[in-house]
């Protein structure tokens, strides 16, 4: 079959796709975990806001960044299944609405939940999630933040659901959301690099465009490596999760001297991570079981 002749996905397919399902629960896990261990129970707030934080938010997220990084995203050979869709044009409007449309009554509803603290905080999350990637503000656009930013979006589920629970911001919980906005950035980094030509390409900067493969994977190794360090203060047995960097350096280590030519060989690198998450997520799991029936 001729390919301009194929049918196109239809919009709801197209929705779905751009929100990343494989993604869902890296936002919702992080939100549900903290409201619970922070004192929460099972009532309205949490199943709200793990609904918003497993679709919607997602939806918000990665919606409104394919919709601005869609020359990018055509010239991105990884682009097209799980790793993110390519939008057609004429849905980028009906995401856009979706995304907002969609996002609206939940926060709404966790404002009401919530108080002044926990509004204020997902305030900023969502503040992060739009000014990534809107015109004008292009967070993703600003080597150093984009990372930063990047990582706000997984840590600050988990930050809003602290402090809706009205958990205490001690040293421990300090601690233990620094070490996750340390991985996420590295992670997000370890990602920019398998697309510093494409970015590059189409005039977007990135962290990685402006440091090169060899000294962004660097950085990487030791974001991951000061995450597990970090996570050493919280505490037995909450300083086991320290442990989990490990397999994440053991990934990233063969592309230490990577060159930008050979970018896209990190694309390996990133394809492990994902995988690792669902490993991380099980025994990160299992040690909060722990800690909660030890507590």
């Known amino acids: ?34 409201y ?46 799980v790793e993110g869709i390519v939008l057609d044009r004429r849905v980028h409007r009906t995401t856009l609405w979706a995304a907002g449309l ?23 999350v969502l ?45 421990t919980a300090v601690a233990a959301l620094s070490a996750f906005l340390l991985w996420g950035m590295a992670s997000h980094a370890l990602g920019a690099v398998q697309d510093i030509r494409p970015d590059r390409e189409a005039g977007i900067g990135s962290i990685a465009t402006v440091l090169g493969a060899t000294r962004t994977v ?12 970090l996570m050493l203060v919280t505490g037995w047995p909450a300083a086991l999760a320290g442990l989990l960097v490990l397999p994440y350096l053991a990934s990233a280590w063969p592309f230490r001297s990577l060159s930008d030519a050979d970018s896209e060989r990190a694309h390996r690198a990133w394809r492990r991570f994902l995988r690792l998450n669902l490993l991380s997520g099980f025994l990160l799991t299992q040690l909060l079981l722990v800690i909660a029936l030890t507590g």
């Not at 922070?38 to 679709?55: I, S």
């Not at 004008?136 to 600050?156: M, N, W, Y």
């Open 1 to 34: 079959m001729n390919v301009l002749s194929a049918p196109r996905p239809g919009t709801l397919p197209q929705l779905l796709g751009t929100s990343r399902p494989l993604s869902w629960i890296n936002t919702a896990y992080p939100f549900a975990a903290a």
């Open 218 to 229: 660097r950085l990487v190794l030791c974001l991951y490596a000061a995450a597990g360090a």
């Open 102 to 124: 969609g996002s609206l009554p939940f926060v709404a509803a966790l404002l009401v939940l919530g108080g002044l603290a926990s509004g204020a905080v997902l305030l900023v």
């Open 36 to 81: 619970l261990l922070a004192g929460g129970g099972v009532d309205a707030a949490l199943l709200v806001g793990t609904v918003f934080f497993l679709v919607p938010y997602n939806l918000l997220m990665y919606g409104v960044n394919d919709v601005f990084d869609h020359e990018s995203d055509l010239r991105n050979p990884r682009k097209g299944g």
């Open 127 to 171: 503040a992060a999630v739009v000014g990534y990637s809107a015109p004008g503000i292009r967070l993703k656009e600003r080597p150093g933040l984009d990372s930063l930013t990047s990582a706000v979006h997984f840590v600050g589920p988990a930050a809003f659901g602290l402090v809706l629970a009205g958990g205490p911001v001690g040293a």
